[in-house]
Every structure is written in structure tokens, then in C-alpha cells.
């Protein structure tokens, strides 16, 4: 069979797709040899390396500055020309019903939280519930992204979607699993002290990175930092205000965007994970933490509980004492500790790449 993937997304892009793209296409292409696979990359890009050269991988470079226009004008004439039988679009799929296809949708947030979002964002996804609809099938991540779904009449019937979590990449390990001169190196690189609490996510509104500075003062641990790993993103919080404060700006350390081996290494090196996130459709990075040996502290709402189950200590993203209370109780308390940090590594394991690949082929085949 001949299965087109939008992945106009892999080199640049949204964090989670390309999260996505990134580690879910060695799987497919790994597990299932057997099909023909046509890529489908942003031109723009066409001078990085894709690394992938079976045979049976084409690689087609397309316009791609916008995916909904993309989707909608550009790829429906490239699927026709190369005979692609089934196509998976990044949440935005084609009008055309000359082929089958697949509409992986990581969350409609915008739509149960629009304050979390520019106008400009909700009228560019406002055609999505139109295109969606036209989707032989629909890819949700969680059961809290397709109950949101079939809310918002996104499927013509709830047994259209299908739900693939999202896996974790291996490089995320606990620290006596790292190399230690590597660990002191991204230690020194972005200058991180022995204890800090870790946030990793786009520097948005929606994650709540404003509370989490306003817990800081709270913390038992007065010589505890926090480190903030991530770019801005749309919607900005206003942090300038708080970091005024010199009980926060003392303790606080940005290190703006950093590589993915880089990243593994902040990961192992924290002592407490905080994401107090408003509002998530998976929820990536707390995984990501647990899978490196970090205790987790997220909010208790959305997609979160589902993801992190009882590995997790939850709080209430709206009350920065919640925060600090949870964050507290890992610091003070070792047996919780000890507890939440295996439980932690126990439930990463849970989560694949592998699994999600076989997930969204499973979804594939019922298209056709």
C-alpha cells in the first residue's frame, strides 16, 4: 500500500508534531517495511538531511509555510499524481474524498480554554471541525482529546476515532544510566545548581508558569531553583512583574531553547519535576521526567491524570500554595519520594514509540 505522512512538521514547526514525526516515522518505517511510504516535507527545508533512504521511502518536497492551505490545496494534487491511497494529515485534512486519510488532531484545547489563545490561533484553527468531519478517520492522543472531539462534533460518529498515545524516546533515562562527564558538562553549560525543580514546555499563558514563580517564596527549601526550559510561544505570560521579586529572580534560571541530548541531561540532573499546566491534550514532558527518575508534580485536570495515572503527585494549577505544597512534600518527604520516583519509571515504561506506531497503522488499515 502507498501511505502518504504530512511531515512538513519534522525539521521546524509545533513542538508536538514534530515530537511526533520525529520518533514515530524510524517505527513505521521500521515495523512495516512491507508499504510504500511518501514524505512530504516542507520545501523549505529541502537542505537538511532527512535520514531515511530505503527504497521504499519517496520523499515528495511541497509548499508548506501554512499546513491548513497545504493540506487543503497543494498535497490533494501531489496524492493524485503519486498514487497514494492513504494520507495522514497533521491536523488539518484535505476537502477530497479521492483518498483516504487520516486527520491526527493532538488537542482542541482552543475550543474548551479559548482565553489560553490569540485570536489570531483560534481563527486559524476554526476550520478545523469542517475539515475533520471529512476525515475517513480520527487520530486523538487521549481519551480527554477524543471525549473533546465528539463535544465539539469533530466526527461524524465517535467510532471514528482512535486513540495513539504518545511513546517515550530511551534517551530519557535515570542518571546513573548517563554518561557523568556528559551530565557535568550540560550541568556547567547552562550553570545548574545541585537541587532545582525542573519545568520543561513552550513559555505560554496556557502552562502556567506564572503560578509556579509564585510558589517559589513558599517552598521549605529556600536555596532550591527552578529551572525554566523552553521557547517562547504565542500568548506570552507576563513574568516581568514577578520576577521583581528578589526572593523569585535569584532562584530562577531560563535556559531558553536547548538540544534534545541536552535536554535528557537537565532531565536526570533535576530533583523535582513541576508542570502545573491549565490545560494539556497528552502531556509530554512529564513522562519525560519520570522516565528519567524525576518525580513529577502536575495539575489535575485535563489530559494529565489519564497520562501520569498514580505516578504523579497532583495539584491545583490555580493555587501556587498547591504547588508548593506538592513540591514540598517530595523534598521533605523520602519515602514519598522514593515512592513517586518509582512509580514514575514504572509508568514510563508504559509509553513506546513502538506502541504508537502500531497504534496509527492499526488506524491506517481501517481507512482503506
Known sequence: MRIGIDAKSYFQGPVSTRIVLQNILPELFKQYPEHEWIIFLDKKDKHRHFPFTQKNITIQYVWGNNNMLSNLFVLPRHLKRLKVEIIVFQMFPA??????????IHDVLFRDFPQFFTLKERLYFSPMRRLTRRATRIVATTSYVTQALVKFNYAQHPS????VPLGVSPEFKPAEQHDNNRLKQVGEKFGLPRNFILFVGRL???KNIENL???VPLLSDKSTAIVIVGKEDWKLPNLQSLLLDPQIKR???FTGGVTNEELAGIYALARVFCFPSHAEGFGLPPLEAMASGVPAVVSDRTALPEVCGDAAVYINPEKPESIAAAINLLLTNENMYKLKQNAGLKRSMLFSWKKSADKLMESIMKSV
Open 160 to 163: 471514528q476515532i482512535d486513540i
Open 213 to 215: 514563580l509564585r510558589a
Open 95 to 104: 476537502f477530497s474524498s479521492k483518498f483516504a486519510s487520516v486527520a491526527f
Open 251 to 253: 532562584r530562577i534560571i
Open 204 to 206: 505560554n499563558v496556557r
